[in-house]
């Protein structure tokens, strides 16, 4: 059972969440810098503004930091945009064609060609791009799986794609379910790799622990590297 609510603390707007856990977290995230604070329902709202302008500091810094990363720029999916894909920048082409669907295809290292129907709206080619995203990402995720599986010695996952706003992947492990995020697409394939192994470390702990971080030292020795560069490329134009 949560509860969500928006407090004013040093002149932050801050999303408290009050849900059965045992410690506060404070988490600062893309692309705006919004501040959210999860709590248990037992600390009092002064303790948590304490804890937020203790940290504040910290989620100021994290704040600069996103307003100072760069941007994907706004799509209209017309021929000479660059799109990107697995972390190289495509030039895309558009045709049309008078048949009533969409294809998509890589034409040597550089470049993306959309085949549309005459008259397609820049909706309608957003969506088939994230289409086309997100079959191309499933069929990289499935053997990462796989893979994480054995190597960590647990049980293969339920696992899906699906756009998300703040976070890179997400895992439950009551119900052994793990999520990629879509624009993992678009980022070089050891992210692809890091995330999933992010995720399926939580069956082995659920929290970021001793435990968690034993885990992913030893079977990604880079992987804070990994993670860093991730955080350094180019966020998606969302809304916040």
């Not at 994480?148 to 756009?163: C, I, K, N, T, Y």
Request: glycine content about 6%; some cysteine.
């Amino acid at each position: 059972m949560t509860n969500t609510e928006v407090i004013e603390v040093a002149g932050l707007s801050v999303e408290l969440v009050r849900k059965p856990i045992k410690n506060l977290h404070i988490g600062v995230y893309p692309p705006t810098g919004r501040v959210r604070v999860a709590a248990p329902p037992a600390i009092s709202e002064d303790a948590v503004r304490v804890a937020i302008v203790t940290r504040l500091g910290w989620i100021k810094k994290k704040q600069r930091e996103f307003a100072g990363q760069a941007r994907e720029t706004e799509r209209r999916y017309l021929s000479g945009e660059t799109h990107y894909f697995l972390g190289q920048p495509l030039r895309l082409s558009v045709r049309q064609s008078g048949s009533r669907g969409c294809s998509i295809e890589l034409e040597g290292a550089d470049r993306l060609t959309m085949t549309v129907p005459e008259g397609a709206t820049a909706d309608q080619k957003a969506r088939w791009l994230d289409a086309w995203y997100r079959s191309e990402l499933k069929s990289r995720t499935a053997p990462r799986v796989v893979k994480w599986a054995e190597r960590l010695d647990v049980p293969p996952p339920r696992w899906g794609v699906r756009q998300m706003r703040t976070k890179w992947g997400s895992c439950n492990p009551d119900k052994r379910l793990i999520w990629v995020n879509l624009d993992l697409a678009k980022k070089p394939l050891p992210c692809l790799d890091y995330v999933v192994l992010h995720e399926m470390a939580h069956f082995v702990s659920r929290r970021h622990d001793e435990a968690f971080l034993a885990t992913l030292d030893r079977h990604m020795p880079a992987w804070r590297q990994t993670r860093a560069d991730l955080n350094a490329l180019p966020l998606a134009e969302m809304a916040p």
